[in-house]
């Protein structure tokens, strides 16, 4: 199982109500992945102001952030430690945090435990901003860490969350390791956000970079993939994990359940429909 959820607003006057139609939908999926979860949101000015780089941190403290660098200020939701810094003077001043998501207007939570009560302690429901991506685990390949929680942000502004497993996860990680690229964690979806991030440095556009994972990766996948100017979805060959699209003026949503959706102001009116197999959806800001 996972559950994914994804909810990207069109309309601005929604994007005070994020973090509450957030919660909602991650509320739906909770017994899909009752491991841990995790949530990456995109505009929300506490956690992410405007016109900075903030990072979110795994293995530090508000507390700790603060002291060893004067003058930054963080905040703490469950494992994760939001930092209104870079991850240069992090890695410097803290060498034991583990940067977990860094960009601009963008942050990443994410911890282990029932969802519904990690979306309580990052506080989601008070969050705003145009997008957010929230995925909850049930672990198939690799320990429940917080490392190991989804959404996996491996470059600016990017997340991808994962419903499934890679069949040749270990092959592509010795590729991709063989050109010089790290790997924070064990977990194949890891690989497919390390992969995404490598097609996107090297000039592929969202859809181009998941064209490409489907031509490399086997086994299982649903996937839902943003950045800061886009948000897209895509399903293995045989379509084997759930998902469904749903569509009005004010915003796209997608959910491994329709039940997810059922909570969004509108669906009614929605265009609602099942991503076909290996077709590239990205909705673009
Ligand atoms: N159940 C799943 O879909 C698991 C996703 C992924 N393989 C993980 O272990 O994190």
Not at 65 to 89: F, K, M, N, Q
Request: with cysteine; glycine share 10%.
């Amino acid at each position: 199982m996972c559950g994914i959820v994804g909810l990207h607003l069109r309309e601005p006057s929604l994007e005070p109500r994020l973090g509450e139609l957030l919660t909602a939908m991650l509320g739906q999926v909770v017994e899909r992945g009752p491991d841990s979860a995790g949530v990456a949101v995109y505009g929300d000015p506490r956690l992410s102001p405007p016109g900075r780089i903030v990072v979110s941190l795994l293995g530090t403290s508000k507390a700790e952030v603060e002291a060893a660098l004067p003058g930054v200020r963080a905040y703490d939701a469950d494992a994760t430690t939001v930092a209104h810094t870079d991850a240069a003077s992090v890695a410097a001043a803290l060498p034991g945090a583990r940067v977990i998501g860094t960009g601009e207007g963008f942050a990443v939570l994410k911890g282990t435990g029932n969802p519904a009560a990690l979306a309580e302690s990052f506080g989601l429901a008070g969050v705003s901003g145009w997008q957010g991506v929230g995925h909850t685990r049930m672990a198939t390949e690799s320990a429940v860490t917080p490392e190991g929680a989804h959404p996996f942000s491996v470059g600016p502004g990017q997340c991808l969350v994962h419903n499934g497993s890679f069949a040749n996860h270990a092959t592509i990680r010795r590729e991709l390791r063989a050109q010089g690229i790290e790997f924070d964690s064990e977990n194949d979806s890891e690989v497919g956000a390390r992969f995404v991030a490598h097609q996107l440095e090297r000039g592929a556009d969202p859809e181009k970079a998941l064209r490409l994972l489907c031509e490399r990766f086997d086994g299982f996948y649903t996937l839902l993939v943003s950045t800061s100017d886009s948000f897209a979805v895509v399903r293995d060959a045989i379509a084997c994990k759930p998902a469904l699209v749903a569509e009005t003026d004010a915003w796209v949503a997608m959910a491994s359940e329709y039940r997810a959706l059922d909570v969004l102001p509108g669906i009614e009116d929605a265009r609602i429909f099942e991503p076909e197999p290996e077709e590239v959806y990205v909705w673009r800001r």
